[in-house]
């Protein structure tokens, strides 16, 4: 199992921890600052990689990505830095792809310039609806024209961008949802991550909802119509799902996304980031002190994560179906039984076929349109009789990509 890791990839991803204002459903490691020192912020980047790249010689790196909080407020400058960093203690592939998460109020055409300059190749930005009234009740502090002026921008200086819109948001109806999704696949765009509107606890959200406060949310049945109907006309538009929740056209898909999903190893450098690195045939979790000062003064010493978790063959397993099942490309089961050490249950296996929630080859297990309207179950139905790994933490972001 040494070199498992191999088959996902190796992705770099680097936590810029603060915005402009704290989004009411937002569950993320962001905070909201008067004064951030960017220089102090890109020496402790550039500390971190340089311990990073000692624990990991020599590997090629395919992917890089720039999450938040808001990482759009960066200084051009320590993005350039830490690319070059970047590139300098690791090899990397020819195809090197290095997305950057951006917020439409914080666009700027000589910004977004000059973080081209410095390397980023991709854009993911978060507009998360197209009408004011919505992105008034989802805190954004962006109106929808901001939105389509920075998307334009975006278009202008990368030749990849993609973006976020959340559904199942209060009365919201199946036809305006279909309305605005079509509205968003005219832009021309090549990727749409599309998520329904999760209510977490401890944000905002949250309390509003435990209060009865959050009214107008979508029932079951509505979701469910929701979720069809993003599928059928993304598909249409020749967008096609590849994973649960992320769209894309033929080669446009998340490369960073898709080493979380197809269970590689990455690094997770900022505060809260969450990592997965293999070493002499172990493969460890990590996760970065999630308070921003604790986090900074840390990097001068290399006192920046909690104790590391060596994942068991069963945590490993658990977590590969988490993540590779979400995927319209399914799992690889031969690779499963190696991590795992057993084959998946044949007895399970053919009940969800019978159900028509899964189709099973030889060498491949592929969830079906019908088992990703209850993927969870479907997952969980496959798992061994114990409870999950309680390190396991969604990579996947954001609001958006992670």
Same mark, same amino acid.
């Given at each position: 199992?040494?070199?498992?890791?191999?088959?996902?990839?190796?992705?770099?991803?680097?936590?810029?921890?603060?915005?402009?204002? !704290?989004?009411?459903?937002?569950?993320?490691?962001?905070?909201? +600052?008067?004064?951030?020192?960017?220089?102090?912020?890109?020496?402790?980047?550039?500390?971190?990689?340089?311990?990073?790249?000692?624990?990991?010689?020599?590997?090629?790196?395919?992917?890089?990505?720039?999450?938040?909080?808001?990482?759009?407020?960066?200084?051009?400058?320590?993005?350039?830095?830490?690319?070059?960093?970047?590139?300098?203690?690791?090899?990397?592939?020819?195809?090197?792809?290095?997305?950057?998460? #951006?917020?439409?109020?914080?666009?700027?055409?000589?910004?977004?310039?000059?973080?081209?300059?410095?390397?980023?190749?991709?854009?993911?930005?978060?507009?998360?609806?197209?009408?004011?009234?919505?992105?008034?009740?989802?805190?954004? %502090?962006?109106?929808?024209?901001?939105?389509?002026?920075?998307?334009?921008?975006?278009?202008?200086?990368?030749?990849?961008? +993609?973006?976020?819109?959340?559904?199942?948001?209060?009365?919201?109806?199946? #036809?305006?949802? !279909?309305?605005?999704? !079509?509205?968003?696949?005219?832009?021309?765009?090549?990727?749409? +991550?599309?998520?329904?509107?999760?209510?977490?606890?401890?944000?905002?959200?949250?309390?509003?909802?435990?209060?009865?406060?959050?009214?107008?949310?979508?029932?079951?049945?509505?979701?469910?119509?929701?979720?069809?109907?993003?599928?059928?006309?993304?598909?249409? #538009?020749?967008?096609?799902?590849?994973?649960?929740?992320?769209?894309?056209?033929?080669?446009? #898909? &998340?490369?960073?996304?898709?080493?979380?999903?197809?269970?590689?190893?990455?690094?997770?450098?900022?505060?809260?980031?969450?990592?997965?690195?293999?070493?002499?045939?172990?493969?460890?979790?990590?996760?970065?002190?999630?308070?921003?000062?604790?986090?900074?003064?840390?990097?001068?010493?290399?006192?920046t994560e909690k104790p590391r978790l060596v994942l068991s063959a069963e945590?490993?397993?658990?977590?590969?179906?988490?993540?590779?099942?979400?995927?319209?490309?399914?799992?690889?089961?031969?690779?499963?039984?190696?991590?795992?050490?057993?084959?998946?249950?044949?007895?399970?296996?053919?009940?969800?076929?019978?159900?028509?929630?899964? &189709? +099973?080859? !030889?060498?491949?297990?592929?969830?079906?349109?019908?088992?990703?309207?209850?993927?969870?179950?479907? %997952?969980?139905?496959?798992?061994?009789?114990?409870?999950?790994?309680?390190?396991?933490?969604? &990579?996947?972001?954001?609001?958006?990509?992670?």
């Amino acid at each position: 199992m040494t070199d498992d890791w191999q088959q996902g990839g190796f992705g770099l991803y680097i936590h810029w921890p603060f915005c402009e204002a !704290k989004c009411p459903y937002c569950d993320f490691n962001s905070h909201v +600052s008067r004064s951030i020192d960017q220089r102090a912020w890109g020496d402790a980047y550039l500390a971190e990689l340089a311990r990073a790249a000692d624990e990991t010689p020599g590997r090629v790196l395919n992917s890089v990505f720039f999450g938040g909080g808001t990482p759009s407020l960066m200084d051009p400058d320590v993005v350039a830095d830490v690319i070059t960093a970047i590139r300098t203690r690791w090899p990397v592939a020819n195809d090197l792809e290095i997305t950057l998460e #951006a917020n439409p109020g914080s666009v700027e055409a000589g910004r977004f310039a000059a973080y081209h300059a410095a390397g980023v190749n991709r854009i993911s930005m978060g507009i998360q609806a197209l009408n004011d009234t919505d992105l008034r009740r989802l805190g954004r %502090i962006h109106t929808a024209s901001e939105a389509l002026t920075a998307f334009d921008i975006a278009r202008q200086t990368f030749d990849r961008v +993609s973006f976020d819109l959340i559904y199942g948001r209060q009365d919201q109806t199946l #036809a305006a949802w !279909k309305a605005e999704l !079509k509205q968003a696949l005219n832009l021309a765009i090549d990727h749409l +991550s599309l998520y329904q509107l999760t209510i977490e606890q401890g944000t905002a959200f949250g309390d509003r909802y435990n209060r009865g406060g959050l009214r107008g949310l979508p029932d079951e049945d509505l979701g469910a119509d929701m979720f069809v109907a993003t599928q059928d006309i993304c598909a249409d #538009a020749g967008m096609p799902a590849y994973e649960v929740s992320n769209h894309a056209r033929d080669g446009a #898909a &998340s490369r960073h996304n898709l080493i979380y999903w197809r269970y590689g190893d990455y690094l997770g450098i900022g505060p809260g980031a969450h990592g997965r690195v293999t070493q002499a045939a172990r493969k460890y979790a990590t996760e970065a002190f999630s308070n921003p000062n604790r986090w900074l003064s840390g990097t001068q010493t290399g006192e920046t994560e909690k104790p590391r978790l060596v994942l068991s063959a069963e945590d490993q397993a658990q977590e590969f179906l988490l993540m590779g099942l979400r995927l319209k490309e399914g799992i690889d089961t031969a690779r499963y039984a190696a991590i795992a050490g057993q084959p998946l249950s044949e007895r399970r296996l053919a009940e969800l076929v019978d159900l028509g929630m899964i &189709s +099973s080859t !030889k060498d491949r297990l592929i969830v079906s349109d019908q088992g990703f309207m209850v993927l969870n179950a479907v %997952i969980e139905a496959l798992m061994p009789d114990q409870p999950p790994p309680s390190t396991l933490q969604s &990579s996947s972001s954001s609001s958006s990509e992670r």
